[in-house]
């Protein structure tokens, strides 16, 4: 299979099932974002971690590249057959996010992002998540699996805020907590 086509070079684009749109579409851009954010979560999982966290952001990878399926097909008159996320992807999410954070301080204020750079690409990570999430909800005639990809993206973003609290933990880095009106 060839890399390059030509067949984009006027600023359109084919989904799943051929449908041609420009590039700038609204599947595109939902898409896109959920491809950057796969990306993003790569440099993540890269980094000197735990190999359960490891594990974990590899698995959500490849949800993203089946949401980004999803997000590709999931239009009218598509004929294109797609796996899709389910409400056991967003439930094993959940059980993460509630697993790490019963070891976790509560938090009573906003925290500010930063610690080290595995820490901070996680706050990245957040979000471009959110983006991706606000970006999905603006396709029009939205599809029953485009919703849960939504549904998974909004509670991606609680993990990765979760996650970079964790490491912040695993790291023994101060949490540095927002307080509004606060000066030097």
Not at 28 to 37: P, T, W
Not at 92 to 106: P, Q, Y
């Amino acid at each position: 299979m060839k890399i390059y086509t030509g067949t984009g070079d006027q600023g359109e684009t084919s989904l799943a099932g051929d449908a041609r749109v420009p590039k700038n579409h609204v599947r595109i851009e939902a898409y896109g974002s959920v491809d950057e954010l796969n990306s993003y979560i790569g440099l993540i999982r890269v980094q000197k971690i735990n190999n359960d966290d490891k594990s974990f952001l590899e698995w959500i990878q490849s949800c993203l590249m089946t949401a980004a399926a999803v997000l590709a097909s999931d239009y009218p008159d598509n004929k294109v057959i797609v796996p899709g996320l389910g409400e056991k992807d967003i439930t094993n999410i959940e059980d993460k996010i509630d697993s790490i954070d019963k070891n976790l301080e509560t938090l009573s204020s906003f925290i500010i992002p930063g610690g080290n750079t595995i820490i901070s690409y996680c706050h990245i990570a957040r979000c471009v998540c959110r983006r991706a999430e606000r970006k999905v909800l603006a396709i029009d005639n939205i599809g029953k699996k485009s919703r849960i990809c939504a549904r998974y993206l909004n509670r991606l973003s609680d993990y990765l805020f979760v996650l970079s609290r964790k490491l912040t933990k695993d790291f023994k880095i101060r949490e540095i907590h927002w307080h509004p009106g606060s000066k030097k």
